[in-house]
Protein backbone atom coordinates (compact mmCIF):
# COMPACT_ATOMS: atom_id res chain seq x y z
CA UNK A 1 0.00 0.00 0.00
CA UNK A 2 1.19 3.61 -0.42
CA UNK A 3 1.96 5.77 2.21
CA UNK A 4 0.65 8.81 3.46
CA UNK A 5 1.35 11.84 1.12
CA UNK A 6 1.32 15.52 1.47
CA UNK A 7 1.57 18.30 -0.45
CA UNK A 8 3.04 20.49 -1.22
CA UNK A 9 6.54 19.32 1.01
CA UNK A 10 7.40 23.13 1.73
CA UNK A 11 5.58 26.14 1.52
CA UNK A 12 6.91 30.03 2.17
CA UNK A 13 4.09 32.43 2.52
CA UNK A 14 3.40 35.86 3.94
CA UNK A 15 1.93 37.16 7.38
CA UNK A 16 -1.73 37.81 6.31
CA UNK A 17 -2.26 35.23 4.02
CA UNK A 18 -3.81 32.05 4.09
CA UNK A 19 -2.51 28.82 3.15
CA UNK A 20 -3.64 24.96 2.06
CA UNK A 21 -2.27 22.19 3.05
CA UNK A 22 -3.00 18.36 1.40
CA UNK A 23 -3.45 15.12 2.89
CA UNK A 24 -3.71 11.53 0.96
CA UNK A 25 -4.07 8.89 3.52
CA UNK A 26 -3.45 5.06 3.01
CA UNK A 27 -6.25 3.38 1.28
CA UNK A 28 -9.09 2.37 3.10
CA UNK A 29 -8.19 4.35 6.38
CA UNK A 30 -11.11 6.75 7.15
CA UNK A 31 -9.34 8.70 9.99
CA UNK A 32 -7.14 11.54 9.16
CA UNK A 33 -5.21 13.56 11.78
CA UNK A 34 -3.44 16.75 11.66
CA UNK A 35 -0.13 17.99 13.97
CA UNK A 36 1.59 21.41 14.39
CA UNK A 37 5.45 20.66 15.18
CA UNK A 38 7.32 23.84 16.28
CA UNK A 39 10.59 23.63 18.31
CA UNK A 40 8.76 26.01 20.95
CA UNK A 41 5.87 23.70 21.29
CA UNK A 42 6.69 20.53 20.16
CA UNK A 43 4.12 18.18 18.47
CA UNK A 44 0.75 19.60 18.94
CA UNK A 45 -2.99 17.86 18.01
CA UNK A 46 -5.15 20.24 15.67
CA UNK A 47 -8.05 17.81 14.77
CA UNK A 48 -9.02 14.59 13.49
CA UNK A 49 -11.72 14.21 10.62
CA UNK A 50 -13.22 10.68 11.02
CA UNK A 51 -15.84 9.89 7.95
CA UNK A 52 -15.90 13.46 7.02
CA UNK A 53 -16.58 14.68 10.59
CA UNK A 54 -14.57 16.42 12.37
CA UNK A 55 -14.41 14.18 15.57
CA UNK A 56 -11.55 15.90 17.75
CA UNK A 57 -10.48 19.75 18.24
CA UNK A 58 -6.78 20.69 19.89
CA UNK A 59 -6.82 24.21 21.77
CA UNK A 60 -6.25 26.22 18.06
CA UNK A 61 -8.02 29.60 17.18
CA UNK A 62 -10.30 29.26 14.36
CA UNK A 63 -7.62 30.73 11.92
CA UNK A 64 -6.83 26.73 12.02
CA UNK A 65 -9.40 24.85 9.76
CA UNK A 66 -10.20 21.56 8.12
CA UNK A 67 -12.04 19.07 6.26
CA UNK A 68 -11.94 15.83 5.08
CA UNK A 69 -13.73 14.60 1.53
CA UNK A 70 -15.30 11.42 0.77
CA UNK A 71 -12.42 9.79 -0.38
CA UNK A 72 -10.90 10.24 3.14
CA UNK A 73 -8.32 13.05 1.67
CA UNK A 74 -7.84 15.79 3.97
CA UNK A 75 -7.22 19.26 3.85
CA UNK A 76 -6.60 21.83 6.66
CA UNK A 77 -6.87 25.59 6.47
CA UNK A 78 -4.66 28.27 7.85
CA UNK A 79 -5.68 31.68 7.33
CA UNK A 80 -4.19 35.09 8.21
CA UNK A 81 -1.18 33.45 8.58
CA UNK A 82 1.06 34.74 11.38
CA UNK A 83 4.96 34.28 12.06
CA UNK A 84 4.11 31.94 15.02
CA UNK A 85 2.54 29.52 12.34
CA UNK A 86 5.89 28.66 10.71
CA UNK A 87 6.31 24.85 11.61
CA UNK A 88 6.41 21.30 10.02
CA UNK A 89 2.40 20.14 9.61
CA UNK A 90 2.37 16.25 9.82
CA UNK A 91 -1.01 14.18 8.52
CA UNK A 92 -1.73 11.01 9.87
CA UNK A 93 -3.99 8.31 9.09
CA UNK A 94 -5.52 5.83 10.77
CA UNK A 95 -8.05 2.73 10.15
CA UNK A 96 -9.93 3.27 13.44
CA UNK A 97 -8.87 6.58 14.37
CA UNK A 98 -7.53 8.35 17.63
CA UNK A 99 -5.88 6.40 20.06
CA UNK A 100 -5.18 3.59 17.62
CA UNK A 101 -2.02 3.09 15.28
CA UNK A 102 -1.30 6.31 12.84
CA UNK A 103 0.67 6.33 10.11
CA UNK A 104 2.30 9.46 9.41
CA UNK A 105 3.25 11.69 6.22
CA UNK A 106 6.25 13.22 5.57
CA UNK A 107 5.32 16.22 7.32
CA UNK A 108 4.84 20.29 5.16
CA UNK A 109 7.25 22.48 5.77
CA UNK A 110 5.76 26.35 5.85
CA UNK A 111 7.29 28.90 6.31
CA UNK A 112 5.83 32.32 7.16
CA UNK A 113 7.52 35.47 6.72
CA UNK B 1 -5.60 17.30 32.55
CA UNK B 2 -2.60 15.11 30.91
CA UNK B 3 0.88 15.93 30.69
CA UNK B 4 3.86 13.44 29.30
CA UNK B 5 7.56 14.18 30.69
CA UNK B 6 10.54 13.01 28.49
CA UNK B 7 13.42 14.65 31.05
CA UNK B 8 16.17 13.44 28.64
CA UNK B 9 16.44 16.24 25.86
CA UNK B 10 19.38 14.40 24.55
CA UNK B 11 21.66 10.92 24.40
CA UNK B 12 24.43 10.30 23.05
CA UNK B 13 26.08 6.32 22.59
CA UNK B 14 28.59 4.78 21.08
CA UNK B 15 26.90 1.81 18.82
CA UNK B 16 26.50 -1.58 20.52
CA UNK B 17 26.14 0.22 23.69
CA UNK B 18 21.98 -0.09 25.25
CA UNK B 19 20.42 3.29 26.26
CA UNK B 20 17.09 3.38 27.88
CA UNK B 21 14.66 6.60 26.92
CA UNK B 22 12.65 7.42 30.08
CA UNK B 23 8.84 8.36 30.28
CA UNK B 24 6.63 9.52 32.84
CA UNK B 25 3.06 10.41 32.35
CA UNK B 26 -0.03 12.25 34.85
CA UNK B 27 -3.54 11.30 33.71
CA UNK B 28 -6.49 11.33 36.31
CA UNK B 29 -8.32 8.49 33.79
CA UNK B 30 -8.30 4.72 34.20
CA UNK B 31 -8.58 3.98 30.99
CA UNK B 32 -5.42 5.47 28.60
CA UNK B 33 -2.71 4.82 25.96
CA UNK B 34 0.80 4.81 25.87
CA UNK B 35 2.65 5.26 22.77
CA UNK B 36 6.06 5.69 21.31
CA UNK B 37 7.13 7.21 18.28
CA UNK B 38 10.28 7.67 16.10
CA UNK B 39 11.09 10.56 13.94
CA UNK B 40 14.00 9.66 11.90
CA UNK B 41 15.77 13.24 10.12
CA UNK B 42 13.58 13.06 7.55
CA UNK B 43 10.93 14.14 9.54
CA UNK B 44 8.13 11.43 8.99
CA UNK B 45 6.94 9.70 12.55
CA UNK B 46 6.69 6.37 12.74
CA UNK B 47 4.43 4.08 15.39
CA UNK B 48 6.55 2.22 17.09
CA UNK B 49 4.02 0.63 19.78
CA UNK B 50 0.67 1.20 22.00
CA UNK B 51 0.09 0.24 25.09
CA UNK B 52 -3.12 0.21 26.76
CA UNK B 53 -3.27 1.13 30.72
CA UNK B 54 -4.80 -2.33 31.64
CA UNK B 55 -1.96 -4.37 30.16
CA UNK B 56 1.37 -4.22 32.40
CA UNK B 57 3.17 -6.59 30.42
CA UNK B 58 6.48 -5.74 29.16
CA UNK B 59 6.88 -6.43 25.26
CA UNK B 60 9.91 -7.23 23.44
CA UNK B 61 10.53 -6.61 19.46
CA UNK B 62 13.81 -7.35 18.30
CA UNK B 63 16.43 -5.19 19.92
CA UNK B 64 13.03 -3.06 21.10
CA UNK B 65 11.67 -3.28 25.02
CA UNK B 66 9.06 -1.89 26.78
CA UNK B 67 8.73 -1.02 30.83
CA UNK B 68 5.28 0.26 31.57
CA UNK B 69 4.95 0.44 35.25
CA UNK B 70 1.62 1.94 36.45
CA UNK B 71 3.13 2.25 39.99
CA UNK B 72 5.38 4.99 38.83
CA UNK B 73 3.25 5.79 36.12
CA UNK B 74 6.11 5.48 33.52
CA UNK B 75 6.72 3.79 30.45
CA UNK B 76 10.32 3.56 29.28
CA UNK B 77 12.05 1.92 25.80
CA UNK B 78 15.25 0.52 25.97
CA UNK B 79 17.08 -0.03 22.56
CA UNK B 80 19.67 -3.15 23.14
CA UNK B 81 22.99 -2.97 21.12
CA UNK B 82 21.59 0.33 19.54
CA UNK B 83 22.74 0.88 16.00
CA UNK B 84 23.75 4.31 14.09
CA UNK B 85 20.18 3.69 12.23
CA UNK B 86 18.84 4.29 15.39
CA UNK B 87 20.02 7.87 15.44
CA UNK B 88 16.45 9.80 15.51
CA UNK B 89 14.36 11.90 17.91
CA UNK B 90 11.58 9.63 20.09
CA UNK B 91 8.43 11.05 20.96
CA UNK B 92 6.05 9.33 24.17
CA UNK B 93 2.48 10.17 24.01
CA UNK B 94 -0.15 9.54 26.04
CA UNK B 95 -4.35 9.87 25.25
CA UNK B 96 -6.88 9.15 27.41
CA UNK B 97 -10.46 10.68 28.09
CA UNK B 98 -13.59 10.61 25.81
CA UNK B 99 -11.93 12.33 23.03
CA UNK B 100 -8.53 10.23 23.22
CA UNK B 101 -6.55 13.47 22.43
CA UNK B 102 -2.52 12.42 22.35
CA UNK B 103 -0.59 14.83 24.58
CA UNK B 104 3.37 14.56 23.37
CA UNK B 105 6.38 14.29 25.23
CA UNK B 106 8.93 17.05 23.96
CA UNK B 107 11.12 14.25 22.70
CA UNK B 108 14.72 13.12 23.17
CA UNK B 109 16.88 13.03 20.77
CA UNK B 110 19.01 9.57 20.32
CA UNK B 111 22.50 10.06 18.44
CA UNK B 112 24.09 6.72 17.68
CA UNK B 113 28.07 7.28 17.24
CA UNK B 114 30.13 4.47 15.25
Known amino acids: KAGVTQTPRYLIKTRGQQVTLSCSPISGHRSVSWYQQTPGQGLQFLFEYFSETQRNKGNFPGRFSGRQFSNSRSEMNVSTLELGDSALYLC????????????FGPGTRLTVT | AQKVTQAQTEISVVEKEDVTLDCVYETRDTTYYLFWYKQPPSGELVFLIR??????QNEISGRYSWNFQKSTSSFNFTITASQVVDSAVYFCAQSSGGSYIPTFGRGTSLIVHP
Open chain 1, 92 to 103: ASSANGQPYEQY
Open chain 2, 51 to 56: RNSFDE
